[in-house]
Nanobody, 126 residues
């Protein structure tokens, strides 16, 4: 089992940037596909970005493509989400998640994923 802890959320003006981090503890971080999701008030949790075990493959939701970048450092057991050109509609609680395959992480029900962090709040003011 892997444990995940997010950090880096906060309040930022529209057009600004934030970098989220997700630190993993437990075994074999480099064997997990990692992803970021977000949930705004009243909305369902939605996929934001995912990265393969090696970091060579990345995927993004259309709403963040070109503005957000996911990366990972397997030596530090950490996955990052660099968020640029933030918009008020990016306001949400951001969660990182881990699973064993890219298809599961991107398409499975959130309840079925292997591990979740507790979330970090990002607020973008207009």
């Amino acid at each position: 089992q892997v444990q995940l802890v997010e950090s880096g959320g906060g309040l930022v003006q529209a057009g600004g940037s934030l970098r989220l981090s997700c630190a993993a503890s437990g075994r074999s971080f480099s064997t997990y596909v990692m992803g970021w999701f977000r949930q705004a008030p009243g909305n369902e949790r939605e996929f934001v970005a995912a990265i393969s075990e090696s970091g060579r493959s990345t995927y993004y939701a259309d709403s963040v493509k070109g503005r957000f970048t996911i990366s990972r450092d397997n030596g530090k057991n950490t996955v990052y989400l660099q968020m640029n050109s933030l918009k008020p509609e990016d306001t949400a609680v951001y969660y990182c998640a881990a699973d064993f395959t890219m298809s599961r992480l991107r398409y499975a029900s959130p309840d079925d994923l292997h591990a979740w962090g507790q979330g970090t709040l990002v607020t973008v003011s207009s």
